[in-house]
């Protein structure tokens, strides 16, 4: 299975939307986490169940999707939302490729 | 408060072993559901994950990787342990523990907490 996230870079004005786009080679279901990963930090899990927020992610941050298409949609950029964001599958077996490539937010 | 904290050697030689240890707090491993897995991310490309342990002794592995690793626990110590034999230069990058709240059918799972991580070179 072949997760791919477009686009590769993002660039929005704050307090506009971003959005997101990651795609499964074959369905995952809802079967889907969104990660934020800022420079020299871990990831950080913002999504799991294509639309569930994490524990103490801001209401800004949203998922949405099944199968094969899903987004993550940031409702209103801040600055502190720069950052590479990460989709990973976890349906499939044997459990490999399960991040996308990435896409690096930009404030414009 | 759920923490937790790789270590082990920042340089290793091409063909030697890697034992990283992952010390947690904040769980036990004890309970249904929880987890803990590793993760790795060479510079500049994203994250992989390469393994995982349930808290009932349930093993998972990267393909790819699976006849180099070996992960374990030691709950009574509260720590995970991945070895990873013959590393080559490919195996660079920043391996990361982290926590999986959750038993997933698949082969993997997401985490929702994890090690700051620790850069591993493998070099001559």
């Known amino acids: 299975i072949v997760m791919t996230q477009s686009p590769a870079t993002l660039s929005v004005f704050p307090g506009e939307r971003a959005t997101l786009s990651c795609r499964a080679s074959q369905s995952i279901t809802t079967n889907l986490a969104w990660y934020q990963q800022k420079p020299g930090h871990a990831p950080r899990l913002l999504i799991f169940?294509?639309?569930t927020r994490a524990a103490g992610i801001p209401a800004r941050f949203s998922g949405s999707g099944s199968g094969t298409e899903f987004t993550l949609t940031i409702s209103s950029l801040q600055s502190e939302d720069v950052a590479v964001y990460y989709c990973?599958?976890?349906?499939?077996?044997?459990?490999?490729?399960?991040f996308g490539q990435g896409t690096r937010v930009e404030i414009k | 408060q759920i923490t937790l904290k790789e270590s082990g050697p920042t340089l290793v030689k091409p063909t030697q072993t890697l034992t990283l240890t992952c010390t947690f707090s904040?769980?036990?491993?004890?309970?249904?559901?929880?987890?803990v897995a590793w993760f790795r991310q060479p510079p500049g490309k994203a994250p992989e994950w390469i393994a995982l342990?349930?808290?009932?002794?349930?093993?998972r592995y990267s393909p790819s990787l699976q006849t180099r690793l070996t992960i374990t626990k030691d709950t009574s110590k509260k720590q995970v342990v991945l070895t990873m034999i013959n590393m080559d230069p490919m195996d660079t990058g920043t391996y990361f523990c982290a926590h999986t709240p959750v038993y997933c059918s698949g082969g993997s799972c997401y985490s929702d907490y994890w090690g700051q991580g620790t850069l591993v070179t493998v070099s001559s």
């Open positions: 169940a294509a639309s």
């Open positions: 904040g769980f036990s491993l004890t309970y249904g559901g929880e987890g």
């Open positions: 990973q599958q976890y349906i499939k077996r044997p459990p490999e490729r399960t």
């Open positions: 342990i349930y808290w009932n002794d349930e093993k």
